[in-house]
DNA sequence: GGTTACATACCAACCAGTTGGTATATTGGT
DNA sequence: ACCAATATACCAACTGGTTGGTATGTAACC
């Protein structure tokens, strides 16, 4: 085992924490575990986090970090129209599903579940993320609906929307062990959107509309 | 502590496992922790389960035996109007979300993201508790969808956004400790039904409509 | 030369599971 | 109806391995 070179041990933990949490879950990866497959030492582990909960804070603000610059600088943001930019959202993000489904769970959600009674620095943690998530569709979707307002939406609720999409979806997926289901999760969202904003799916034989 | 009476061990297992995995979650949780919160010895729960994943494995089908006696069973189900039925269950699933959020969030779906990949027996016994939650919505979804047919929708895939609300919006609301995205996604669901099957909210000023 | 970034060795508490036993039901023969 | 044989339900104590965390040492960098 060729040893890592030096500085590079709190990102290797990170990295290794986001693909072993995701997989396992926060309470049964053990910091052995996670220093084995990070290949550094126990002392590496406890020189750059005071505890495993402080790991687990950390993993999860960089999971928010990384996602988040993920969808900010995307293609998609230099779209005019604000709600296609909204559906092409929602098709990276069905894009994403392609990858196994230890890959595509979100590390917030996937940690928040076990953790939001018992680690409440791990929940403020994924409460971040989350509002970081609600924040990037909302941004969208408040611009589209200033273009087509509609009594009793607001762009907060419908973002909301997406965020429990996205978990649900995931979670579905996880017990019917099929990716189908967080699929339609975000069909279903676009079909609702499609018909409260009016804009059926442009289609070869269907374009018979302004 | 007075000893509980013989032949009780079992559920009073089953049931102080249901409280403590939704406020800790499933690895999080000890025999030792389950045995004490049951008073009960180690000796009794290896007695009635062979090893921790058995007692989840059972947890998970209590859970689903128990919900959908309360759902099958319940009043709403002799409306006779289907789509009605629908509405009066989202009702019913928005006052339990009065409870606290340990209490009406799902073992299913709380155990299932942490067990999914290495638990297969969990996993299926959640896939049960799912698959089990979803046909209830689907039967009077079927019947609602045979009065009013749509292109494209079909009651499968509808009850499948039931459950992905459900499990979406306990981890939203687990994350942002407040109940009211649990609500948001109910409240989001109905707004959808209302629009596609054009049955609007019939409100006291608001009821010109047969 | 001192601070940062690790490595090694170690520890007490806790973990799931086992052992060997006892008290209480249940059964079947008379 | 009564009693032995058997099975069930449970208990207390224990075990080997694992847990998160620490104490101490050392090599690289500024």
């Known amino acids: 085992m060729t040893r890592a070179p030096r500085g590079e041990a709190r990102s290797l933990l990170l990295t290794a924490a986001t693909d072993l949490i995701r997989r396992k879950g926060f309470a049964a990866t053990s910091v052995d575990d996670l220093c084995a497959a990070a290949g550094v030492t126990k002392g590496a582990f406890f020189h750059h986090f005071a505890s495993k909960e402080a790991l687990g804070v950390a993993v999860v603000q960089h999971w928010t970090e990384t996602t988040g610059v993920m969808f900010a600088t995307h293609d998609y943001n230099r779209l005019a129209d604000p709600l296609e930019r909204v559906f092409a959202y929602l098709d990276l993000r069905r894009s994403l599903l392609a990858m196994p489904l230890a890959e595509f769970s979100c590390v917030a959600g996937t940690t928040v579940q076990e953790t939001y009674q018992t680690y409440p620095a791990i929940r403020a943690a994924a409460e971040d993320s989350v509002r970081s998530g609600i924040a990037h569709v909302q941004h969208h979707l ?69």
């Open 142 to 210: 408040a611009e589209a609906l200033a273009l087509h307002p509609m009594p009793g939406v607001t762009a907060e609720g419908l973002a909301l929307q997406f965020q429990i999409a996205v978990q649900g979806g995931i979670v579905v997926a996880k017990a019917l062990d099929d990716p189908a289901a967080a699929r339609s999760a975000f069909d279903h969202l676009e079909r609702t959107l499609r018909l409260l904003f009016d804009r059926p799916l442009a289609s070869p034989d269907t374009h018979n509309r302004t």
